[in-house]
């Protein structure tokens, strides 16, 4: 059913774009937002929000309704709150994309973003993610009140933790800097060795991290 599912989502986003210009994933007819008119008078935007739909179509075919509206909804709120701006809605699509990447969808935003903005952003990630891998690090908490969150910084700073104890570690995977913050992204250890299932934030400032030593 995977390799199906893969494959339907392939076609959907090989499509010809001549044949695609200007059609999102919904009907224009039926908009009603800011949001769904700015993406109707554009192509571009139009492409990334039927690679959007096509991602959730399939995360939701392979892990259940539930499972992507968990997902799917905090992303098209936070396109929702961009209004008719253009450039908020792109920056939006495009964390969305990535976002649905994260959780195994096969999708990746197109060859055409090319914004020089963008273009940095992806480089410092990159570079900041091989770094990271490269020298292993793992970090602990400084003091009582460092806080962990389990839902990406772009989309929401709302759901802080409380602070972990100094015994909990963090072995981190990127680094990455949002809205002129650095976090840490990594899975947290508890002191009785256990790795948290969820992938992690933390604020860079709030934890010391050295190089492990196999």
């Not at 020089?116 to 292993?136: C, G, H, P, V």
Request: charged share 20%; with cysteine.
């Amino acid at each position: 059913m995977r390799y199906i599912n893969i494959f339907i989502l392939q076609i959907l986003l090989s499509a010809p774009s001549f044949l695609l210009a200007g059609n999102p994933s919904f009907d224009c007819r039926k908009a009603s937002q800011p949001d769904e008119f700015t993406i109707c008078s554009s192509n571009e935007l139009s492409e990334l929000d039927r690679i959007i739909s096509a991602a959730y179509g399939y995360l939701k075919s392979v892990q259940g309704t539930s499972y992507a509206r968990s997902v799917g909804a905090p992303l098209l709120k936070l396109r929702q709150t961009c209004g008719a701006d253009f450039d908020c809605i792109k920056n939006a699509q495009i964390i969305a994309i990535n976002s649905y990447s994260n959780h195994g969808v096969p999708v990746s935003v197109p060859d055409w973003i090319t914004s020089s903005a963008n273009q940095d952003m992806f480089a410092r990630i990159a570079e900041n993610e091989r770094i990271a891998k490269t020298a292993n690090y793992s970090c602990a908490p400084k003091g009582f009140g460092s806080r962990t969150l389990f839902v990406d910084p772009n989309i929401t700073s709302d759901f802080w933790t409380d602070g972990i104890g100094l015994s909990w570690s963090l072995i981190i995977h990127s680094v990455e800097k949002i809205a002129g913050i650095d976090y840490y992204r990594g899975h947290l250890i508890s002191p009785r060795g256990g790795h948290q299932p969820e992938v992690g934030y933390v604020i860079a400032s709030e934890w010391n991290c050295y190089e492990r030593r196999n």
